[in-house]
């Protein structure tokens, strides 16, 4: 039996209806799997509710599961992270112990006070990427009983930032079916997850092998099937015959993966190589943020004589950044 430890209810809402559970009192859900606690904000609060939790169920595992603010900006809004570490912060400062949850992953710390300000944000940066108030109480509490524990955090907002308790608010019914539909893969497919990177005929380098981890589970919740099932609808016999060496039968694999998981993204990039393609062929590059969020242009080449120089520049000046322009604002007609 697995107990799921949430700070609060809203959150925990889609993990009540996805699983089916029963409330037993008025912080206690659970079925014959699963148990679910509502700690309450706070690590001491946290680490008492789950302790009782363990006194009173045969638990094998505790998987804290919620919302949290992200210190490190490159962190989105509405995506989902495993957590490496968790560390308790007090008046500022590293406090106690720190307990690890994963080899890979944010590192989290847990604070005694909501941190609205934006100073106070800054200041905690170089301590751990993300901030919450109740996970290192359960990991106290699991890691003292010697039950194995783990940790996900749904980013709901930058921490510090003007608005974002009603950036919470306004997406509360959206973060909490995430957060259900992704502990369902957690605990469905988690093993199998973890197996499927030795795909046969196909090398993943560490990289990559994370990379295509990450993009079976985002793809696993999207279309809330098994990673095997998944797997079958992206033909893997078709790319071995077509494709004859296994670090290339990856990459193309992850190509599909993420043309499946962003139909749009995928039409963009198709639709940057048509404008591209005619400089590329005469050896000039042009690079694009590959995020679409920036709009500058990055020309690279290379020349070795007068006449060849003169012959790039002079292809340059066909060069038109209104397509790419278009495309940022979503315009997908590139001529």
Not at 284 to 305: M, Q
Request: with cysteine; proline share 3%.
């Amino acid at each position: 039996m697995h107990l799921i430890t949430m700070a609060h209810l809203g959150e925990a809402q889609g993990v009540i209806e996805k699983f089916k559970l029963q409330r037993i009192d008025s912080d206690l859900f659970k079925n014959e799997e699963l148990v679910l606690v509502l700690t309450g904000e706070g690590p001491f609060e946290a680490s008492i509710k789950t302790s009782l939790m363990l006194g009173k169920f045969p638990i094998s595992k505790v998987i804290n599961l919620g919302i949290a603010g992200a210190l490190n900006a490159e962190l989105k809004v509405g995506e989902i992270y495993p957590i490496r570490t968790h560390y308790l912060v007090q008046d500022m400062r590293p406090a106690f112990k720190s307990f690890v949850s994963a080899e890979k992953g944010e590192d989290c710390l847990t604070t005694f006070e909501r941190i609205l300000d934006a100073d106070k944000a800054r200041a905690l940066r170089g301590m751990g990427g993300i901030v919450d108030r109740e996970a290192w109480g359960s990991a106290y509490a699991a890691k003292s009983a010697g039950i194995p524990f783990e940790s996900y955090k749904l980013i709901s907002d930058i921490a510090g930032t003007v608005g974002a308790c009603e950036l919470v608010r306004d997406h509360a019914s959206e973060f909490s079916m995430k957060l259900a539909l992704y502990l369902g893969t957690v605990l469905t497919h988690k093993e199998s997850v973890d197996e499927i990177v030795t795909l046969p005929g196909f090398h993943f380098t560490f990289t990559s092998g994370h990379r295509f981890k990450a993009l079976l589970t985002k793809l696993s919740i999207k279309y809330e099937v098994s990673s095997e099932e998944l797997l079958k609808t992206l033909n893997l016999d078709e790319i071995r015959e077509s494709i004859s060496f296994p670090k290339d039968r990856a990459k193309v694999l992850l190509e599909k993966m993420e043309s499946k998981l962003d139909p749009f993204r995928e039409k963009l990039k198709a639709s940057k190589e048509k404008w591209t393609s005619p400089f590329t062929k005469v050896g000039i590059s042009i690079e694009t943020d590959p995020n679409w969020e920036n709009k500058e242009v990055t020309l690279r080449f290379s020349v070795a004589s007068d006449s060849e120089l003169k012959s790039k520049l002079d292809t340059l000046n066909k060069l038109s950044l209104v397509p790419f322009s278009e495309l940022m604002e979503g315009k997908l007609d590139v001529e």
